[in-house]
């Protein structure tokens, strides 16, 4: 049987880490026994059925568990643009020029930057919103140059692209949040 483990953060997409911290959640609230728990993250990240879990090797169990652990805990770099189904999205490319209406939202989703979003502590209820912040913060891009300068579509909402962006790799949303998280804090300085 050949399983497909994510070796970075680029492989593993804003929406499975949203569930996995739903299953973090139901472990703390002792829904979940550790054993349950990481056969369901092995079938989270993995392509096994949850009845196939219980016939790997206690070995192959352990590297497994690890490797996704690495994965999920590898260090983010910001990157401003990234393509996902044939649309290349970019960051907002001026934070000055932002409009009221997207930092009404980007306040609104702002509880998700609060606390350690990396590691998912104290942050399960707000990350099932992050979809929506990065659609906020990352819009298809309507006009380039070859100096690498782009415009990117005018806010218009998050209904448009917010459930798409459960695709984007976690590495995307994670460089970008701590983007944000550290702009905020220059601001506030």
Not at 94 to 113: C, G, P, Q, R, Y
Not at 135 to 143: D, G, H, M
Not at 159 to 176: H, T
Not at 183 to 188: C, G, I, N, P, R
Request: glycine share 4%; charged share 25%; aromatic share 10%.
């Amino acid at each position: 049987m050949k399983i497909k483990l994510p070796e970075n953060q680029s492989e593993i997409t804003l929406g499975q880490y949203q569930k996995y911290l739903k299953l973090i959640e139901r472990l703390e609230s002792n829904e979940l026994e550790i054993y349950t728990f990481n056969r369901r993250k092995i079938v989270l990240f993995t392509n096994l059925l949850f009845k196939d879990t219980a016939n790997i090797t206690q070995v192959d169990f352990e590297s497994i568990i690890n490797q996704i652990d690495l994965a999920l805990n590898e260090q983010a770099s910001f990157k401003s643009r990234f393509k996902l189904n044939g649309i290349e999205f970019g960051f907002i490319p001026n934070v000055n020029d932002i409009t009221s209406e997207e930092m009404m939202h980007l306040d609104a989703l702002d509880s998700i930057t609060q606390g350690e979003f990396i590691d998912g502590s104290n942050n399960t209820n707000n990350v099932e919103d992050l979809h929506k912040l990065m659609a906020v913060l990352f819009r298809p891009i309507t006009n380039k140059d070859s100096f690498g300068n782009y415009e990117i579509a005018s806010y218009s909402g998050t209904k448009k692209y917010s459930e798409l962006m459960k695709e984007i790799p976690l590495s995307v949303a994670n460089g970008a949040l701590f983007f944000f998280v550290n702009l905020a804090t220059e601001l506030q300085e």
